[in-house]
């Protein structure tokens, strides 16, 4: 069993920045694909970085501005946001990308407000 411990978050003004981690611990040795998702209230959680095979991708409302990334020993992967706005606040969650998932974490909450 894979667990996923999200952290990092906070309050952060419009304009900021925050680096969101994502630990993976249990029966997964090492992370190759990850996806870190949101959700904010009233609203369907989405995907909005993803690491697949080395390769990233990301949703075009954060396209510029996130980045996701692994550490060398494949067990940590990070979420660094730049440029933060207030339509980002939400409670962010890593997981696997192709939904395939493992049990979900308790996420981390992003506030941007000023």
């Known amino acids: 069993q894979v667990q996923l411990v999200e952290s990092g978050g906070g309050l952060v003004q419009p304009g900021g920045s925050l680096r969101l981690s994502c630990a993976a611990s249990?029966?997964?040795?090492?992370?190759?694909?990850m996806g870190w998702y949101r959700q904010a209230p009233g609203k369907q959680r989405e995907l909005v970085a993803a690491?697949?095979?080395?390769?990233?991708t990301y949703a075009d409302s954060v396209k510029g501005r996130f980045t996701i990334s692994r550490d060398n020993a494949k067990t940590t992967v990070y979420l660094q946001m730049n440029s933060l706005k207030p339509e980002d606040t939400a409670v962010y969650y890593c997981?696997?990308?192709?939904?395939?998932?493992?049990?979900w974490g308790q996420g981390t909450q992003v506030t941007v407000s000023s």
């Open positions: 997981n696997a990308p192709n939904g395939a998932y493992y049990d």
């Open positions: 249990g029966s997964i040795v090492r992370i190759n694909n």
């Open positions: 690491l697949t095979s080395g390769r990233t």
